[in-house]
């Protein structure tokens, strides 16, 4: 039994051993942190999501990577434009520090919209225009 535990520690070590970690800081462009900022990390062979993190209230975030991969890596914040890489781990640690810019937003856009049925009295009016499609043929088509 003392065997089977040491094989299997033995083996969790060597498992550790080929991952990398990924750290730097998440900061706006005024250089103050960015708490919950999102790094994501997607494989770029599979497109599955290999590993993410959230950088803490000093803007830090620290991520596991495979040795030898290539990742397409992701950093959001709410209200920021994002910024998306392409990066290669190789055989050491990253140290990336990223500077996220206010995203540029369109003027609010307002939407009329007129209903297509009046209420006159105890009377439906019903507006036929907004009821066609182009293919009716007959006013039971519309109705």
Not at 57 to 84: C, F, H, R, T, W
Not at 90 to 100: A, V
């Amino acid at each position: 039994m003392k065997k089977l535990i040491i094989l299997i520690l033995l083996l969790n070590s060597s498992f550790l051993f080929s991952q990398l970690k990924m750290q730097g800081k998440v900061t706006d462009s005024l250089n103050k942190p960015l708490e919950l900022a999102n790094i994501i990390l997607i494989n770029s062979e599979t497109n599955a999501l290999e590993s993410f993190a959230i950088s803490d209230p000093d803007g830090e975030y620290k991520v596991a990577l495979k040795k030898n991969s290539s990742y397409n890596l992701q950093v959001s914040y709410i209200g920021m434009a994002s910024y998306s890489q392409l990066i290669k781990s190789e055989e050491s640690d990253i140290s990336k520090d990223f500077i996220l810019y206010e995203n540029t937003e369109l003027d609010a856009v307002e939407l009329t919209y007129e209903m297509p049925v009046v209420v006159k009295g105890d009377t439906l009016v019903y507006d036929a225009d907004s009821f066609k499609t182009g293919t009716e043929r007959k006013l039971e088509d519309v109705l």
